[in-house]
């Protein structure tokens, strides 16, 4: 059992995500994101996602999946063809910081 937790933690503490990421730059950076996904991350339309009060390691693999092509997306794979590892942790940082999500029951 101590082994198994001593593992997941070092997994995490691992993780590129868990180590990297700067708020401020993010939203330096989050300029062409607005036009779809709303400013701060809060879309107002329904048919492109609220990013702002997602996990950020959701948003960063979410981000690297449309880079590498695992996702399909022909909008959003032209948005992240440039896009480094540091800026996706970056973007990821802000957005999961943001205020946006809510439940709904």
């Known amino acids: 059992m101590i082994r198994s937790l001593f593992l ?3 997994c995490l503490l ?3 995500v868990h180590a990297k990421g700067n708020a401020e730059a993010g939203k ?3 300029a062409a994101c607005a036009a779809c996904h709303g400013l701060a991350g809060v879309s107002e339309v329904p048919s492109f996602p609220t990013l702002a009060g997602q996990h950020r390691d959701y948003l960063y693999h979410a981000l690297k999946d449309y880079k590498s092509g695992k996702r399909k997306n022909p909008i959003m794979a032209g948005q992240v063809a440039n896009l480094s590892d540091a800026d996706m942790a970056d973007l990821a940082k802000y957005f999961s910081e943001q205020t ?3 439940l709904k029951y």
């Open 14 to 16: 691992l993780s590129p």
């Open 100 to 102: 946006g999500l809510t």
């Open 8 to 10: 997941v933690a070092a």
């Open 28 to 30: 330096a950076k989050s």
